[in-house]
């Protein structure tokens, strides 16, 4: 048995510190948190200092028993959670919990996970600080408050089902006031004029004019003043510039670099950084710090000079500008600075590069450019053509790394010829392009991280899950359009007339953009009305502030939550007593048929059209389209939904029928469904199309083989080509020509299939109708009816007896809720009633 017990957060972790230690240490893993709120109550006594009542959930039990048993027989106990205020909450837990002698306990921390690192943090322990520990549990229960508290608000004043948080509804204000922005501008247009010129050496010089004009009019008037017009360089001013590299990555900018150039989403982002970080090849990922040490800053030097020359390298100290950055930390930076790439999965990888390349480069030279402007002046009018280049001199931090940018209009200027004051050119070709004025973008993942970091709502740790609950809560959803067609004119000037010419682009785009959900809007509408201060940015930064303040021992927690509490519960009673119900309604004008009003709003179902007012007993509804909401519906749109379902004829006895679903336009044909191809409009569907669609189907459905005397039919869904068996869906892979599959290949696809379910099999009581299976990294999981518990690693499934998996089992099931007295007897009687009544008869 080792001397020494070390306790992380993470088996990947664990198993990257072994390696540096001697066999004096045993390195074991806690799996995060092991204690936490309980799930099914609010946890907090607010009546008696907002004490919180922690839990070991029952998937940690056997790890905690595990931990346990080994740091009695330990002679040290090493608390190396991350350093930061979870980190810091995991180690208070574990000392709690095990129950651990304070004189033989030692904290330590260590923001990289190399050899040098651990072995300085052994050598420097310390005791857990309980600073940290109060600004996280103030975050924790706070968020709980808010949670526990405004949900059931929501339930019964606009929908069941819906939640609500601190941050998290913030964040979705955010992306619900730029969607109202959007949908109220107001295009305008402006004509942008362009020249190509001609040097007397025959180079192009592009140019443009500086002001623009507001109607087509003045723009074609312009362009004929250019008839016979000879144009001349009238200035030429050449000067010297210089580009200086971005700092080194915090968690925001990290995120937001890697979501431009690498397209990956903020919660992909922080699982590689999280796996880089484990593998020792990055420092810790959660840092709102631009700081490098002075180690790492003589590292870089080195690497900079060894790769690319002394002349490359230029040590810098950057300053953090973000609210409420925690200086201590280091900026996320590659341990060792001299290998250039990972030796880890092709993610992975590309992250580390962009690590490595942004890193070297915030210690390299300024690149130096020569900037060059130019005027180009007409003998016919006063206005003048301008034109820009540079020349890169010396290229610097270019030879690693250029930032990315979120302006997709952002031009890259070019070099421009050789040109002289007082050279006269000639005119090319000559434009005048309509252009349309543009709303602000919608938020990205990462614009939106830039947001919440500029406001100072949330930090590094909060800002991946918080985009994932509002996306998950269906509060957001991603864009997915790409665009629509829009004409736009171009006036263009010949020897000597002017043509007008027609022409279209893709404007809209929404593709991975962030888009507010009707239930989003009114969820948002409704606490921005009510509870105007919690989802105030000021305020919410404010309450950021005051968690860092916990953090750094100046504010006491509970004073705090008071404070706060003392105004937010007395809010909620008053919002759940006298508050209106919230649907989102609007009255959209009055149906020509029936006279009726017709109306959109939130239903049980989703958005949906209504004609005829609440007490109308012959209302009818509609659900409104997935591309459809209630902001923006109009009266034509919403009438044309009642046109669904629309009857098409008939087919083998079958009505064959068009209508809108939850997930989008179908034809349906008995109790067969069938989308419709993207983009294909419901009323235009005639029965002659349907026909094609079932036709489609059939053919796809139609058994390709037998096996066992039981049909094959093979499909192609979200995850490719598959088979379908006796219930079960085999995917194949790229080794089987899915076109071609021959009765060998679908054998033995079937076969493999049947081995896998076998294989995976751990426990089957089938009288309970209880399962344990193998599941993915190792883990495994209990299946009972729609009940999933999953298992983690350290959990011997084999073992399990039938008993400990029903405790678990009911340990997960929701409490069943208890009839009231008066309920009780209310039933009692109508039984008895029910009783008499039967006996009479």
Do not use: C
């Not at 500086?210 to 200035?235: H, M, P, V, W």
Request: charged share 30%; no cysteine; proline share 3%.
């Amino acid at each position: 048995m080792a001397k020494n017990l070390v306790i992380v957060e993470s088996p990947a972790k664990a198993k990257t510190i072994e390696k540096f230690l001697g066999k004096d240490y045993q390195v074991e893993s806690s799996y995060g948190h092991i204690a936490d709120l309980p799930s099914k109550e609010i946890g907090v006594d607010v009546n008696n200092g907002f004490k919180p009542s922690y839990q070991v959930s029952s998937d940690k039990k056997a790890v905690v028993k595990k931990l346990k048993d080994l740091a009695k027989k330990a002679e040290t106990v090493w608390l190396a959670s991350d350093e930061d205020r979870e980190g810091e909450a995991i180690a208070w837990h574990l000392a709690e919990e095990l129950k651990l002698d304070s004189e033989k306990t030692k904290r330590i921390v260590f923001h990289e996970i190399t050899k040098s690192a651990i072995v300085k943090a052994i050598g420097n322990p310390r005791q857990i600080d309980y600073n940290l520990v109060n600004a996280q549990q103030a975050r924790r229960i706070l968020d709980r408050l808010v949670g526990y508290e405004l949900s059931p608000v929501l339930w019964k004043k606009v929908k069941g089902g819906l939640s609500a948080g601190r941050v998290q509804s913030v964040a979705v204000r955010l992306i619900v006031e730029r969607e109202k922005e959007i949908n109220e501008f107001q295009v305008s247009t402006s004509y942008h004029v362009a020249a190509e010129f001609q040097t007397s050496e025959g180079k192009i010089l592009k140019a443009k004019l500086a002001k623009g004009f507001a109607t087509e009019l003045e723009a074609k008037q312009f362009l004929e003043k250019n008839i016979g017009s000879r144009y001349k360089i009238s200035d030429l001013e050449t000067k010297p510039a210089k580009k200086s590299p971005a700092a080194p990555f915090t968690t925001s900018t990290l995120q937001q670099e890697a979501a431009r150039k690498l397209y990956f989403s903020v919660s992909q982002t922080m699982t590689l950084a999280q796996r880089l970080y484990e593998s020792g090849l990055i420092t810790y990922m959660r840092t709102d710090s631009v700081n490098l040490s002075q180690e790492a800053m003589k590292a870089a030097a080195d690497e900079i000079t060894k790769s690319y020359g002394a002349e490359y390298s230029k040590p810098r100290t950057y300053t953090t500008k973000s609210k409420g950055a925690q200086e201590a930390h280091e900026a996320i930076r590659p341990t060792n600075m001299a290998l250039h790439s990972a030796p880890v999965d092709r993610d992975q990888a590309r992250l580390y590069d962009l690590i490595w390349k942004r890193t070297l480069a915030s210690q390299m030279s300024d690149a130096k450019l020569e900037r060059t402007n130019v005027k180009i002046a007409s003998d016919k009018y006063q206005e003048h053509f301008t034109a820009s280049g540079e020349v890169l001199l010396f290229d610097g931090f270019l030879k690693v790394y250029l930032e990315g940018h979120d302006d997709e209009d952002d031009e890259v200027e070019g070099i421009l010829p050789a040109l002289k004051v007082g050279e006269e050119i000639g005119r090319k070709s000559l434009v005048a392009t309509q252009r349309f004025t543009k709303p602000a973008a919608r938020y990205t993942e990462a614009s939106l991280v830039k947001k919440l970091e500029e406001l100072g709502i949330g930090r590094p740790s909060t800002y991946a899950p918080t985009i994932s609950t509002i996306i998950a809560r269906n509060y957001v959803e991603k864009g997915t359009t790409e665009g629509k067609e829009r004409e736009y004119k171009t006036l263009e000037l010949g020897q000597d007339s002017v043509k007008t010419r027609l022409l279209t682009e893709k404007t809209g785009s929404d593709k991975g953009k962030m888009i507010p959900t009707d239930i989003g809007i009114i969820v948002n509408d409704f606490l921005v009305k009510n509870f105007e201060s919690i989802l105030d940015y000021n305020f919410t930064a404010m309450v950021e502030e005051n968690f860092d303040e916990i953090a750094a021992g100046n504010v006491d927690w509970a004073k705090m939550m008071k404070e706060f509490y003392d105004h937010f519960h007395p809010t909620v009673k008053d919002v759940e007593e006298n508050a209106e119900r919230e649907s989102g309604e609007r009255i959209l004008g009055v149906d020509p048929k029936t006279g009726k009003t017709v109306l959109v709003r939130l239903g049980k179902f989703g958005p949906m059209a209504q004609i005829g007012e609440a007490d109308d007993d012959n209302k009818q509804f509609a659900s409104l389209a997935p591309d459809q909401n209630i902001g923006t519906i109009n009266l034509e749109e919403a009438l044309a939904l009642f046109l669904l379902p629309k009857q098409l004829g008939e087919y083998k006895g079958e009505d064959v029928e068009v209508n809108n679903g939850r997930f989008g336009p179908y034809v349906r044909f008995g109790k067969v469904f069938i989308s419709l191809p993207k983009g294909e409009e419901p009323l235009d569907v005639t029965f002659e199309r349907a026909m094609e669609l079932i036709k489609e189907k059939e053919k796809a459905d139609a058994p390709i083989a037998t096996y066992q005397g039981l049909d094959v039919q093979k499909g192609v869904g979200r995850f490719g080509p598959y088979l379908k068996w006796n219930g079960l869906f085999i995917n194949v892979n790229k080794k089987y020509d899915f076109d071609n599959l021959t009765q060998h290949d679908i054998i033995e696809l079937i076969e493999d299939k049947i081995q896998k379910e076998k294989d995976k099999l751990i426990h089957d009581w089938q009288e309970e109708g209880i399962r344990v299976e193998k599941a993915r990294w190792g883990r495994s999981v209990i299946l009972q009816g729609k009940v999933k518990i999953e298992l983690s690693k350290d959990v011997d499934a084999v073992a399990l007896t039938l008993e400990e998996v029903k405790a678990m089992i009911e340990a997960k099931a929701p409490a069943k809720k208890k009839t009231s007295a008066k309920k009780a007897t209310a039933k009692k009687t109508t039984t008895k009633k029910a009783t008499t009544t039967k006996t009479k008869k």
